[in-house]
């Protein structure tokens, strides 16, 4: 049975002061986010065009995992809860949407 995995999306708006946010997701959060158990994968997009719709984003995070069991022991994890507790001691969670999201319909790959 091919595998598939599970993906935590979070989209950052705009913030005021873009350079402050990077050098304090960059530096303090991503970081801590890498140090998640069942990582299996951080990808971060930078938005370099929005073509519709409001408010204007900053970045995509896609964080990996290999299964949603992976994902939710993830989400119980110290190392987790630590990642949030930075992102909001700097107001980062003030600009975030998170949601989750699988591989779905054609082209939707497995491995």
């Known amino acids: 049975m091919p595998r598939t995995t599970v993906s935590f999306f979070a989209l ?35 938005v370099r065009r929005q073509v519709v719709g409001k408010p204007s984003y900053h970045l995509l995070a896609e964080l990996v995992f290999g299964s949603r069991e992976a994902m939710r022991a993830a989400f119980d994890s110290p190392e987790w809860a630590a990642s949030g ?21 054609p082209g939707a790959g497995s491995s």
Do not use: I
């Open 85 to 105: 507790a930075n992102l909001q001691e700097w107001g980062g969670m003030d600009l975030v949407t998170r949601f989750t999201a699988e591989p779905f319909g």
């Open 12 to 46: 950052h708006r705009t913030p005021d002061d873009p350079a402050d946010f990077d050098e304090k997701y960059f530096g303090t959060h991503v970081p801590l986010v890498e140090k998640t158990p069942g990582l299996v994968e951080d990808r971060v997009h930078r």
